[in-house]
């Protein structure tokens, strides 16, 4: 809501492409308010029909669609599976900047017991020891390697990223980037 309401205000164009594993909402870039209030409203209300997660459809779809070089900020966790091609063709054709949005409290496993964890998308539950130091240890492990690969492909395909944490403020982040860029 506060990109799109910061490119209303400076009187460009805003759209949206809502996504899961494939393209799930398409409302093309226009210009004014009503607009932006209409994509606001598309956001609160979307419910996907898919619970995958892929950022290759979406990011060809961009490139496909979008004729004119445009700047598209692409908000997500990117926990996904690998995006590297898609990601190189859609920056070459356009402006991308990446927002990772994530939670502290996902990249640190307390120690809590067993607990039971399911996996969102495909619905596999599995029970784990938190309270084993190595299992949290290598939880925190993965979290830092994938944090450290989507940084390192976003820098190799020249994509401008901020990370955003959930609990944080997301004001500053955004300020710092629009800094830096």
């Given at each position: 809501a506060v990109l799109a309401y910061s490119v209303v205000a400076n009187n460009d164009k805003v759209g949206l492409i809502l996504f899961s594993d494939r393209v799930e909402k398409y409302i093309p870039p226009k210009k004014g308010r009503g607009h932006m209030l209409r994509i606001i409203r598309e956001m609160i209300d979307f419910s996907p029909v898919s619970k995958g997660t892929s950022m290759n459809d979406p990011l060809r779809f961009l490139s496909n669609v979008i004729r004119k070089r445009c700047t598209a900020f692409i908000l997500?966790?990117?926990?996904?599976?690998?995006?590297?091609?898609?990601?190189?063709?859609?920056?070459?054709?356009?402006?991308?900047v990446a927002l990772n949005i994530s939670d502290r409290r996902e990249k640190e496993m307390p120690d809590v017991g067993f607990v039971c964890i399911a996996d969102p998308e495909t619905g596999?539950?599995?029970?784990?020891?938190?309270?084993?130091?190595?299992?949290?240890?290598?939880?925190?492990?993965?979290?830092?390697?994938?944090?450290?690969?989507?940084?390192?492909?976003?820098?190799?395909?020249?994509?401008?990223?901020?990370?955003?944490?959930?609990?944080?403020?997301?004001?500053?982040?955004?300020?710092?980037?629009?800094?830096?860029?």
């Open positions: 997500s966790d990117f926990m996904a599976p690998p995006f590297d091609e898609a990601l190189r063709i859609a920056s070459g054709k356009h402006d991308l596999t539950e599995k029970w784990i020891d938190t309270s084993s130091a190595k299992i949290r240890n290598e939880y925190s492990s993965r979290w830092r390697d994938h944090d450290s690969r989507i940084s390192a492909s976003f820098r190799s395909c020249g994509v401008d990223m901020a990370m955003i944490n959930t609990g944080d403020d997301y004001i500053r982040p955004l300020i710092s980037l629009f800094k830096h860029r």
